[in-house]
């Protein structure tokens, strides 16, 4: 178990935790040292072994002086036969946007062993940038107020998201396994840039790159493996994946491939010739080999030994998804210009047979083949959580006709969905029209925030879709629930 603190001193200090079966600490059953140094910005890390399995137990940080931190719970992963395993998860957590009502709800509801955060646990933007200073909730002051580049920069913002009560106090009540998404380094990283880093002002991506990883291996309670994976007694086998910094290459842009065409037909051969060409070359990486091959016996060796599901912990929809060309006249006026090109690039692009996002596994679909045949081979009861979008979703996933599994999409925390910038067009219809365009599309919500508890038995995952009332107030209170469940084996679910 890896424990997390903060204590800032004067000078490098050696901190004691301990780890007690009560919450009063009268019997400690482990002990250890840890420092707190600068060079790693106050925060340290313990790791504690020796423990029971399946085991809630009570940690704490002792100073030189006898000062005591808050005392944190968390607890072990089960080993051999379990009834049942519940996992809190979490994706895009905007703080000018609003409080972490969702962080707050499950940490009064006290029903889940593990949070799972999907990425975007911060955002990189400047103050007034997403969101604008019209969006931003004037209770949320960000530092610093500039975009964060250098390693100083990270530190700040993480350190003004953990100020967050709701935040902290996710973090003192559950264990959790994290994944960075793009907005942990730029929006749209990949291994070798990003869409929202221009090195002839902000300087070399890698050092950018590396002093994003720092900070947050700093800052979050996770280990520096940059992929991992979890064993959840006879339940589950959670591979922490890494859609993002460790293998990708540059996503495409459909803009670019329509770019200076001047009439539809000259749209349509581009995106064709596309289409057939880069789009679907075999060799194109987002996991990268070594983790592509890392997966794939991964997955065997889960089913080997009669595992029940094997869920993939990760960042972005794997699920195809075709802009609907139904909703393209409903869009009305007064959208930024940016947004109505990326309306038009995707309304084309589902007509000739290509996804809405190519940020996502659409964008590489030779690596998600990859993927969902090792699935196949291992004979794999597959779940795949993703996060990213800021809406919900769930799919059947198939490749070539056979059941590979199901995908959950989790809702943002803080950042807006759909209905921020489709606001012309009701969610309800929104969301049947996206249904409706895509097969592999169960359902999906388009405008309410919050999270999602994925409960897991032997025979069955069900996951309950939780959504805060909103965001510009602090509050626990939910404007409603969806539960959706997949037997194992069956590679559907039930909506």
């Given at each position: 178990?890896?424990?997390?603190?903060?204590?800032?001193?004067?000078?490098?200090?050696?901190?004691?935790?301990?780890?007690?079966?009560?919450?009063?600490?009268?019997?400690?059953?482990?002990?250890?040292?840890?420092?707190?140094?600068?060079?790693?910005?106050?925060?340290?890390?313990?790791?504690?072994?020796?423990?029971?399995?399946?085991?809630?137990?009570?940690?704490?940080?002792?100073?030189?002086?006898?000062?005591?931190?808050?005392?944190?719970?968390?607890?072990?992963?089960?080993?051999?036969?379990?009834?049942?395993?519940?996992?809190?998860?979490?994706?895009?957590?905007?703080?000018?946007?609003?409080?972490?009502?969702?962080?707050?709800?499950?940490?009064?509801?006290?029903?889940?062993?593990?949070?799972?955060?999907?990425?975007?646990?911060?955002?990189?933007?400047?103050?007034?940038?997403?969101?604008?200073?019209?969006?931003?909730?004037?209770?949320?002051?960000?530092?610093?107020?500039?975009?964060?580049?250098?390693?100083?920069?990270?530190?700040?913002?993480?350190?003004?998201?953990?100020?967050?009560?709701?935040?902290?106090?996710?973090?003192?009540?559950?264990?959790?396994?994290?994944?960075?998404?793009?907005?942990?380094?730029?929006?749209?990283?990949?291994?070798?840039?990003?869409?929202?880093?221009?090195?002839?002002?902000?300087?070399?991506?890698?050092?950018?790159?590396?002093?994003?990883?720092?900070?947050?291996?700093?800052?979050?309670?996770?280990?520096?493996?940059?992929?991992?994976?979890?064993?959840?007694?006879?339940?589950?086998?959670?591979?922490?994946?890494?859609?993002?910094?460790?293998?990708?290459?540059?996503?495409?842009?459909?803009?670019?491939?329509?770019?200076?065409?001047?009439?539809?037909?000259?749209?349509?051969?581009?995106?064709?010739?596309?289409?057939?060409?880069?789009?679907?070359?075999?060799?194109?990486?987002?996991?990268?080999?070594?983790?592509?091959a890392w997966l794939a016996e991964g997955l065997a060796a889960?089913?080997?030994?009669?595992?029940?599901?094997?869920?993939?912990?990760?960042?972005?929809?794997?699920?195809?998804?075709?802009?609907?060309?139904?909703?393209?006249?409903?869009?009305?006026?007064g959208l930024p210009d940016y947004v109505r090109q990326r309306?038009?690039?995707?309304?084309?692009?589902?007509?000739?047979?290509?996804?809405?996002?190519?940020?996502?596994?659409?964008?590489?679909?030779?690596?998600?083949?990859?993927?969902?045949?090792?699935?196949?081979?291992?004979?794999?009861?597959?779940?795949?959580?993703?996060?990213?979008?800021?809406?919900?979703?769930?799919?059947?996933?198939?490749?070539?006709?056979?059941?590979?599994?199901?995908?959950?999409?989790?809702?943002?925390?803080?950042?807006?969905?759909?209905?921020?910038?489709?606001?012309?067009?009701?969610?309800?219809?929104?969301?049947?029209?996206?249904?409706?365009?895509?097969?592999?599309?169960?359902?999906?919500?388009?405008?309410?925030?919050?999270?999602?508890?994925?409960?897991?038995?032997?025979?069955?995952?069900?996951?309950?879709?939780?959504?805060?009332?909103?965001?510009?107030?602090?509050?626990?209170?939910?404007?409603?629930?969806?539960?959706?469940?997949?037997?194992?084996?069956?590679?559907?679910?039930?909506?």
């Amino acid at each position: 178990m890896l424990l997390w603190t903060r204590y800032v001193a004067e000078a490098e200090t050696a901190l004691t935790w301990q780890v007690s079966e009560t919450e009063d600490f009268a019997k400690p059953i482990a002990e250890g040292s840890v420092a707190a140094s600068p060079a790693r910005d106050w925060c340290a890390k313990g790791v504690v072994t020796g423990l029971s399995p399946d085991r809630w137990y009570f940690y704490r940080f002792l100073a030189p002086g006898g000062a005591a931190s808050p005392v944190g719970r968390t607890r072990t992963l089960p080993e051999g036969p379990s009834a049942t395993f519940r996992l809190a998860v979490f994706s895009c957590s905007n703080f000018g946007f609003g409080w972490f009502n969702a962080y707050g709800h499950v940490a009064e509801a006290n029903d889940a062993d593990l949070a799972v955060h999907l990425g975007d646990y911060i955002y990189e933007y400047a103050a007034g940038t997403y969101p604008d200073t019209g969006a931003a909730n004037p209770e949320r002051v960000l530092a610093p107020t500039t975009e964060i580049v250098a390693l100083t920069d990270y530190r700040l913002r993480y350190a003004t998201y953990r100020a967050d009560p709701d935040c902290q106090r996710l973090h003192q009540v559950l264990p959790m396994i994290a994944v960075w998404d793009d907005h942990e380094s730029a929006n749209d990283s990949y291994k070798d840039g990003a869409q929202n880093h221009q090195s002839e002002t902000e300087g070399d991506w890698a050092a950018r790159k590396a002093a994003a990883k720092q900070a947050y291996r700093e800052w979050m309670p996770v280990s520096d493996a940059p992929y991992a994976a979890y064993q959840v007694g006879d339940l589950a086998t959670l591979f922490r994946l890494d859609t993002r910094l460790e293998g990708r290459e540059k996503q495409f842009s459909l803009e670019t491939v329509l770019a200076g065409k001047t009439d539809p037909q000259a749209d349509i051969a581009a995106l064709d010739a596309f289409r057939t060409g880069e789009w679907a070359n075999p060799e194109r990486q987002l996991l990268g080999q070594a983790q592509d091959a890392w997966l794939a016996e991964g997955l065997a060796a889960s089913t080997a030994k009669g595992t029940a599901w094997q869920v993939l912990v990760q960042q972005v929809l794997i699920g195809n998804l075709k802009s609907p060309q139904s909703l393209y006249a409903q869009i009305g006026d007064g959208l930024p210009d940016y947004v109505r090109q990326r309306l038009t690039a995707s309304a084309m692009a589902s007509k000739a047979g290509l996804p809405l996002n190519m940020d996502a596994w659409d964008g590489y679909p030779a690596a998600r083949e990859r993927v969902f045949k090792a699935a196949l081979a291992a004979d794999a009861n597959l779940i795949v959580l993703a996060g990213d979008t800021h809406n919900g979703w769930a799919f059947d996933l198939t490749q070539d006709g056979a059941k590979v599994g199901v995908e959950l999409g989790v809702c943002s925390v803080s950042s807006p969905g759909f209905e921020s910038y489709l606001s012309t067009i009701k969610p309800d219809v929104l969301a049947a029209a996206l249904v409706a365009e895509n097969e592999q599309l169960k359902w999906a919500d388009t405008a309410q925030r919050g999270y999602m508890v994925v409960e897991l038995t032997t025979a069955r995952a069900t996951t309950e879709y939780r959504f805060s009332t909103g965001v510009k107030q602090r509050s626990t209170t939910l404007a409603g629930t969806k539960r959706i469940a997949t037997d194992k084996g069956s590679g559907t679910l039930a909506v």
